[in-house]
């Protein structure tokens, strides 16, 4: 097609006349809000920034909808309406009040059922400062366990609600992750490319705090990545002195029992002074491990202000009665905020140390490391990680398939369901897996609910792309080898979606019944095919929800982002012998081998013992196995339990399930497999696909037994000769990767008191070991914990069991039923690449998005021949199409990211150009603007602190595009993400 060339006036011009950007109404005089809002403080005292606030779980104990109406309060007294209504009223009432409020799950609803005078009243609050937002996001996400794109919609959500309804007085200066348990580098550089000023937290090591309290560096400056140009990635830190809650006998809350203060001098109980003395002893004190004339202090915690008086009116009194001693006692309270506070830190012009590595991982004390929930509930890790795929899927269909998308032959539909559902999964007792097994249920409902959405949506999108109105069926749990359309039918059409912006091959796997399958694709040419049995592992995990007896395999080749189509058509033969390949038993020379891989395993113990790369020449001895560690139950020296939160193991020993496997190999010219069966609750599959350069191993483990009185802990270790010097390598959350150094942290001395669980790491997406010659690579289906408890060797863990709770409040064992309530089955997939180190991210780094976006399965009965892609061209192998969704009418979201590090690749670490005019074919690109990450600033007036360090300043550069360049030219630097709003027409 011909590609119109326009100039920079043109689409400057656009944007100014049809992308104005979604937020609250412009007004001619800037109202008093921000930092403008701040009340006066003192010169030459130390000043006490008092800030009201609630933390509200978007569910923990209770659901999001329990929580927020105050329902099952035997649980836990909470009702999140009556703390919004409580507040505002208090706000209402003496302008000189403030309070921060955060979960904008909660906010929103709360909006919707108010009048439009209460509306009217709460803009006027935000607009002058008394209420203002922080943080921003649609709940407040873990950090060890989130994908950075699940991150990045559920802040983008959140602060899209707060743009359209507030304007630029609604936009957060000051993140604020006050709960999580622990902190990743890569949610600090996500927070400092959405324009924040600063970032405030509660929890942190015991170690860590004592050493950075002693050297008064609570407050920092976080150098959050290793490739962005500085400053793009750096983020002014604090950490809370009281986690979130107030200090001691401050506590005025009707949750608490502290002594209210009593001001009538002719009462007996009179206790003024007192508290005033504590107070200011209280704030001496904390400033002692401060560096500058000015504290925080944190007046709320969970779920307080729902009677908003009771705090008031006792702040009030601690302010006035503080205050009129301030000559005498050099102390001067007053009401605040998180971005108030962090102006005065600003404005002293201090030099502030910098952090470079992570907040990972997190101890409360010696036995204490909250290590355990990067794998609870790895279920629902996986349901969350392929929801996020199809969110993905849902929005970029949406945009593709048009206004018919929503409301077209298969029903009204939206994506907003299941976005909302994901932005609430991420919250940091949600994907973390930390919550009560109720309040699972009901993140992993709302999910589905979001699912049904999206199905009709993609369904009406591939009718506007296909023409086709036929029945559409998702089959939904393959995984287990049940789709009843290919289970039943004589003839089907199976259509494949690829998200990726670049061709992609994808084995496909579909229960069938019959021996003899042909299948074409959408040009109609055959396509190899083979007939495999389903293995008894999952005949057993099925149950009776599926019949099938055989798999039909075969290898499609798909378009990038777009699709294609292959006909299935069963054969006369009615028997349903499988005849792809030959069976066979453990034998003294059992290996598989493709193209790049040959596999060998034991003959004597069935077990994996080497990989061979042949197009790499690497050859790596390696025993792989799996182990159960014993969940501590408490013993001499701590009564700390294992439990949702906590991995504590009552020995640095694990225990073999099996030291021998009974192992069958299946091998036909597609697929090679052996699988492996270690006991009644854990088996493998180790398989090779033709011409894939991956190694797969499918597991299955549950339901784990207890009936022995013990609590398990189930890991899969790899151990081989590599000499690996302690080191080992985490992504943080999907994208750059940290160095690990066992029994060590990069800014204290460490004392070890837990030598597996303090060394044990959020996985989110790769862990890997290496030599100087040879990289062990792992990816990883969902997030996990994991680690290298010796050298040359890695693990990870894969599911729990428990049998006591860990005394963190959920008040449960981490003991999930399963459907059968017979205890949780959990199957999954880690993808092995050998290589030698500089060709490794080569490798894993393309392989790691199409695991997190991969195609989605659609069959029709029937035959059909299609295929489509939206793209005149694939975008380069290091450049990423992050977002692709319907912003408005007829504007679209678009993120396009780097993902490779520098120097990983000699090719790939390189800056990346693309031209947008010349990437799509399914639309024409009329007007774009750059956006900031978080999608609620214009890139070129996004303004932030500047902030002194020993190195000199990081102080943001100003930004505007290349005058020279095309509007639509984009260059990218590695790890570099670049958000725009475009203004597209259809073709």
Not at 710 to 722: A, H, M, N, Q, S
Not at 928 to 935: K, P, Q, V
Request: negative net charge.
């Amino acid at each position: 097609m011909a590609v119109a060339v326009l100039s920079a006036a043109v689409f400057l011009s656009l944007c100014a006349g049809s992308l104005t950007f979604p937020t609250g109404s412009r007004r001619s005089q800037r109202p008093s809000c921000g930092y403008e809002a701040c009340h006066d403080t003192k010169a030459g005292v130390l000043n006490v920034h008092l800030v009201p606030h609630t933390h509200d779980d978007v569910g923990w104990l209770k659901t999001v909808d329990q929580y927020y109406y105050g329902a099952r309060n035997e649980i836990q007294h909470a009702g999140v309406q009556y703390i919004l209504d409580s507040v505002v009223l208090q706000l209402l009432s003496d302008p000189t009040k403030r309070f921060i409020y955060v979960e904008i799950a909660f906010f929103s609803r709360w909006w919707q059922q108010q009048s439009e005078d209460m509306r009217s009243a709460v803009r006027q609050l935000v607009n002058q400062g008394r209420l203002e937002f922080i943080n921003g996001g649609w709940s407040m996400n873990d950090e060890a366990t989130t994908h950075y794109s699940a991150i990045i919609d559920q802040m983008s959500l959140g602060l899209r609600f707060l743009n359209e309804t507030f304007g630029e007085c609604g936009r957060p200066r000051v993140a604020w992750h006050i709960d999580p348990f622990g902190h990743s580098r890569e949610q600090a550089s996500l927070f400092a490319q959405m324009g924040f000023d600063g970032f405030f937290f509660g929890r942190l090591d015991y170690q860590d705090k004592r050493a950075r309290l002693q050297s008064r560096e609570m407050e920092m400056l976080w150098r959050a990545s290793a490739n962005l140009k500085p400053p793009a990635g750096d983020l002014f830190t604090g950490v809370l002195p009281n986690g979130y809650n107030p200090p001691d006998g401050f506590c005025w809350d009707q949750s608490c029992i502290d002594t209210p203060i009593m001001d009538d001098k002719t009462m007996e109980d009179y206790n003024v002074d007192k508290i005033v003395q504590r107070f200011n002893e209280t704030a001496h004190a904390q400033a002692s491990h401060y560096r500058t004339n000015h504290i925080i202090m944190t007046m709320g915690s969970d779920f307080q202000y729902e009677n908003a008086n009771l705090w008031y009116k006792n702040l009030d009194k601690l302010i006035h009665h503080v205050n009129l001693q301030t000559s005498e006692t050099n102390v001067h309270a007053l009401y605040s905020t998180p971005s108030c506070y962090l102006k005065e830190l600003h404005n002293t012009n201090i030099s502030w140390s910098m952090k470079y590595d992570d907040f990972f991982p997190y101890a409360d004390n010696a036995h204490n490391f909250w290590t355990g929930y990067f794998t609870s509930r790895p279920a629902l890790k996986r349901y969350e990680r392929i929801s996020n795929n199809f969110l993905q899927v849902c929005s970029q269909l949406e945009v593709l398939g048009g206004k018919v998308s929503r409301d077209g032959p298969y029903g009204k539909a939206d994506s907003d369901t299941l976005k909302r559902a994901m932005a609430v999964a991420q919250h940091h007792d949600a994907v973390s897996g930390t919550e009560k097994q109720h309040v699972a249920d009901d993140y992993a409902r709302r999910l589905s609910q979001g699912w049904d959405q999206c199905e009709i949506l993609v369904a009406n999108a591939m009718s506007a792309l296909t023409g086709s109105q036929g029945p559409v069926v998702f089959c939904e749990n393959l995984n287990i080898s049940v789709c009843p359309t290919s289970e039943s039918s004589q003839k089907f059409s199976v259509t494949l979606y690829n998200p990726l912006a670049r061709r992609v091959s994808w084995p496909v796997r579909l229960p069938v019944n019959g021996s003899q399958f042909s299948v074409t694709d959408s040009s109609g040419q055959p396509v190899d095919s083979e007939v495999v049995p389903v293995s008894n592992a999952t005949r057993a995990l099925r149950r009776d929800r599926g019949y099938s007896v055989n798999e039909l395999v075969f290898l499609s080749s798909l378009p990038e982002l777009g699709f294609t189509t292959y006909t299935v058509s069963r054969t006369a033969q009615n028997n349903n012998q499988a005849t792809g390949g030959h069976q066979s038993k453990r034998d003294a020379a059992m290996s598989i081998q493709n193209e790049f891989f040959r596999v060998n395993f034991d003959p004597q113990t069935g077990l994996l013992s080497e990989i061979q790369s042949l197009d790499r020449k690497r050859t790596l001895p390696i025993k792989q196995n799996f182990y159960w560690y014993n969940a501590s139950t408490g013993n001499g020296e701590s009564s700390q339990t294992s439990g949702a939160y906590i991995f504590r193991p009552n020995s640095s020993e694990p225990v073999p399930i099996s030291t021998t496997a009974q192992t069958y190999t299946v091998q036909n010219a597609l697929v090679q497999e052996v699988y492996q069966n270690f006991s009644a609750w854990c088996s493998q599959v180790v398989r090779l696909y033709r011409a894939q350069n991956v190694l797969e191993l499918e597991w299955t483990v549950g339901p784990i037994p207890v009936g022995d009185g013990l609590g398990k802990e189930i890991i899969t270790r790899f151990d081989t000769p590599l000499k690996t010097a302690g080191l080992f390598y985490t992504d943080s959350n999907g994208r750059e990767i940290l160095e690990r150094r066992r029994n060590f942290r990069p800014t204290w001395t460490l004392k070890q008191t837990e030598p597996v669980a303090g060394n044990y790491y959020p996985v989110n997406s790769r862990i890997y070991i290496k030599d100087s010659d040879t990289q062990l690579t792992l990816l990883t289906d969902r997030s996990m914990g994991g680690s290298s408890i010796q050298d040359g060797s890695v693990e990870l863990m894969l599911h729990r069991r428990l049998l006591l709770d860990d005394f963190r409040g959920v008040g449960e064992p981490l003991s999930e039923p399963g459907d059968y309530y017979d205890g949780l089955v959990v199957r999954g997939r880690l993808l092995v690449f050998l290589s030698p180190p500089e060709a490794a991210a080569e490798l894993h780094r393309p392989q790691a998005q199409q695991e997190y976006l991969q195609p989605q399965i659609l069959l029709q009965p029937g035959g059909a021949k299609q295929e489509f892609s939206a793209v005149l061209s694939a975008l380069p192998l290091n450049v990423h199409l992050l977002t692709l969704a319907q912003w408005d009418a007829d504007a679209v979201l678009l993120r396009l990211e780097h993902q490779f590090e520098k120097k990983e690749s000699s090719t790939y670490s390189l800056p990346a150009t693309v031209d947008l005019q010349k990437v799509f074919s399914r639309f024409s690109i009329e007007g774009l603007r750059e956006l900031t990450l978080g999608a609620n600033q214009w890139r070129d007036e996004m303004s932030r602190l500047a902030w002194r360090t020993s190195g000199g300043w990081s102080r943001p550069e100003s930004w505007s595009a290349d005058p020279a360049d095309p509007p639509t030219l984009v260059t990218l630097q590695p790890m570099e993400i670049r958000t725009f709003l475009l203004k597209i027409r259809l073709h």
